[in-house]
T-cell receptor, first 113, second 114 residues
Framework: AQTVTQSQPEMSVQEAETVTLSCTYDTSESDYYLFWYKQPPSRQMILVIRQEAYKQQNATENRFSVNFQKAAKSFSLKISDSQLGDAAMYFCAYSGKGQKLVFGQGTRLTINP | DTEVTQTPKHLVMGMTNKKSLKCEQHMGHRAMYWYKQKAKKPPELMFVYSYEKLSINESVPSRFSPECPNSSLLNLHLHALQPEDSALYLC?????????????FGPGTRLLVL
C-alpha cells in the first residue's frame, strides 16, 4: 500500500522568509499524482499545487513551488515570501491511477510577524 | 467555480437522534466523497460515489448511511451515533474517480455527539 510521510509535525517561519515543507512517499507505481493541500484553522481545505509524476518540470503556483525528486520519492513544498495568511495545516497527498487519495499526517505551519 | 457547499456548518446531536448532512456541488463533477477528520489528523475516506453509485465503502459502521439523490447532491444520514463519532465531516468532489482528478473540498460540518 502507498504511504505518505511528512516528517515535520510543526514548523515556523518569519514573515517574508522562505520555508520548505518535506514529504516523502512510497509506491511501486510509475504513474501517479501528488498534491499539497492547505487547511487554515477552522477553514476550508484548498488545493495549493499538484504534480504529475510523468512531468519532470516542477510545478509552481505564484509563491508556491515544489521540488519533485521522483527517484528519491520526495515532494517538498517551498513557500517564498511567507505571509500571515499562509498559516495553516499543510497535507501532502498521493494518488495513483483510479486510486483513493492517501494523505500524510500534516505539517502545522506558523508564520511569525 | 470550484465550490463545494456543506450544510449545516455545526451540528450537535444526542446518541438517539437522527440527522443528515448535506453536500452540494455544481461543477458537473461525477465523483463525490465523504471524509471524516479528527483534530490535527488527515481526512479519512468514508465513502465514494461515482456516477451516483456507491463505489467505495471503507468499512464504515452502518450508523452512517450515505445517499446520492442526483449528480450534484450527496447526503450522509446519521443515526445512533457514538461520542467518538464527533469530528469534522468533509465532502469533496472531482471530475471522476481516476487518481489524476483533483478533489475539491467543502468547508465541512463540525459534528458533536453528546
Amino acid at each position: 500500500a502507498q504511504t505518505v510521510t511528512q516528517s515535520q509535525p510543526e514548523m515556523s517561519v518569519q514573515e517574508a522568509e522562505t520555508v520548505t515543507l518535506s514529504c516523502t512517499y512510497d509506491t511501486s507505481e510509475s504513474d501517479y499524482y501528488l498534491f499539497w493541500y492547505k487547511q487554515p484553522p477552522s477553514r476550508q481545505m484548498i488545493l495549493v499545487i499538484r504534480q504529475e509524476a510523468y512531468k519532470q518540470q516542477n510545478a509552481t503556483e505564484n509563491r508556491f513551488s515544489v521540488n519533485f525528486q521522483k527517484a528519491a520519492k520526495s515532494f517538498s513544498l517551498k513557500i517564498s515570501d511567507s505571509q500571515l495568511g499562509d498559516a495553516a495545516m499543510y497535507f501532502c497527498a498521493y494518488s495513483g491511477k483510479g486510486q483513493k487519495l492517501v494523505f500524510g499526517q500534516g505539517t502545522r505551519l506558523t508564520i511569525n510577524p | 467555480d470550484t465550490e463545494v457547499t456543506q450544510t449545516p456548518k455545526h451540528l450537535v446531536m444526542g446518541m438517539t437522534n437522527k440527522k443528515s448532512l448535506k453536500c452540494e456541488q455544481h461543477m458537473g463533477h461525477r465523483a463525490m466523497y465523504w471524509y471524516k477528520q479528527k483534530a490535527k489528523k488527515p481526512p479519512e475516506l468514508m465513502f465514494v460515489y461515482s456516477y451516483e453509485k456507491l463505489s467505495i465503502n471503507e468499512s464504515v459502521p452502518s450508523r452512517f448511511s450515505p445517499e446520492c439523490p442526483n449528480s450534484s447532491l450527496l447526503n450522509l444520514h446519521l443515526h445512533a451515533l457514538q461520542p467518538e463519532d464527533s469530528a469534522l465531516y468533509l465532502c469533496a468532489s472531482s471530475q471522476g474517480v481516476a487518481g489524476e482528478e483533483t478533489q475539491y473540498f467543502g468547508p465541512g460540518t463540525r459534528l458533536l455527539v453528546l
